[in-house]
């Protein structure tokens, strides 16, 4: 591999990384993504793809991952054509409501109790006694107490999305390097300047490392983390590489 700097290396071609790589290629920036393995390969394969960030309790309008979740779902508004339009690749995105169902008259008021509150978040949010529930949904069983409506949570094909994100992505410049592992954070005094691969060192002015388990050059990385040239890296007993 030949030497090259970065604007941004991203470590992990899940949908996190893909994501994160098709944005910021995007916006004109020098993008490396790497995998140890393929695009999709591991838990992006198998993810649901749920797109319902309402749950059975009363929703916490303040917190942070609430709204977070809102932010998400409308922000695939769009998003299957466009992303159609630019890779070609249907992202499966289904636009057909979703049912939370009670099965008992405890379940019935616990959901029926949360409706004013996500009817706030959610416009559109409707109860179904149980006949109107079955009559919608067939297999569901005919002892139903009823079900709650929700007509814009959705559900997407992770995978394809993953696909579509890292296709885009290239198409905008960022350079795919597919089964290319990455060993350890490269220091440069106290800050991170670049990643070691199995195929040689990469430099970059930040680094985003979608998912690692276990210290790195004594960084600790068990979610999603940025690193970048100025952030302090408390790694002084371990190999430090200019």
Same mark, same amino acid.
Request: net charge negative.
């Given at each position: 591999?030949?030497k ?5 290396v991203v ?9 994160v790589s098709?944005?910021l ?13 393929g ?5 992006? &394969? +198998? *993810?649901?793809?749920? $797109? !319902? ?5 009363p929703?916490?309008? @303040? ?8 932010a ?12 159609r339009?630019e ?8 636009k057909v409501?979703t049912?939370r169902?009670a ?20 416009p559109?949010l ?14 569901l069983?005919?002892t ?8 814009y949570?959705?559900?997407? &094909? +992770? *995978?394809?999305?993953t $696909? !579509? ?6 198409s905008?410049? @960022?350079?795919l390097?597919?089964g290319c592992p990455?060993?350890r954070?490269?220091?440069?005094g106290?800050?991170v ?19 690692v388990?276990?210290p790195h ?16 890296a ?5 190999t430090?590489?200019?």
């Amino acid at each position: 591999m030949q030497k090259e700097v970065y604007d941004v290396v991203v470590v992990g071609a899940g949908i996190v990384g893909c994501s994160v790589s098709y944005h910021l290629a995007k916006s004109g920036l020098k993008v490396a993504l790497l995998d140890k393995g393929g695009v999709a390969g591991e838990a992006s &394969q +198998a *993810a649901a793809g749920m $797109l !319902a960030p309402l749950g059975d309790e009363p929703p916490d309008q @303040a917190h942070p991952l609430q709204q977070l979740g809102m932010a998400a779902l409308r922000y695939y508004d769009g998003l299957d054509e466009q992303l159609r339009q630019e890779t070609g690749i249907d992202i499966g995105l289904v636009k057909v409501p979703t049912l939370r169902p009670a099965f008992d008259e405890q379940g019935s008021t616990r959901l029926q109790a949360s409706l004013a509150q996500q009817q706030q978040l959610l416009p559109g949010l409707q109860w179904l006694e149980g006949s109107s529930a079955h009559k919608l949904e067939p297999s569901l069983p005919e002892t139903v107490q009823g079900a709650l409506l929700s007509p814009y949570e959705r559900n997407v &094909q +992770a *995978a394809q999305l993953t $696909l !579509a994100y890292a296709r885009g992505a290239v198409s905008c410049g @960022a350079s795919l390097i597919e089964g290319c592992p990455v060993g350890r954070l490269i220091l440069q005094g106290q800050r991170v300047v670049g990643v070691e691969t199995a195929q040689g060192a990469l430099h970059a002015e930040a680094i985003v490392w979608q998912r690692v388990r276990g210290p790195h050059n004594g960084i600790r990385v068990d979610q999603p983390r940025l690193f970048s040239r100025s952030e302090n890296a408390a790694a002084r007993d371990q190999t430090q590489v200019a």
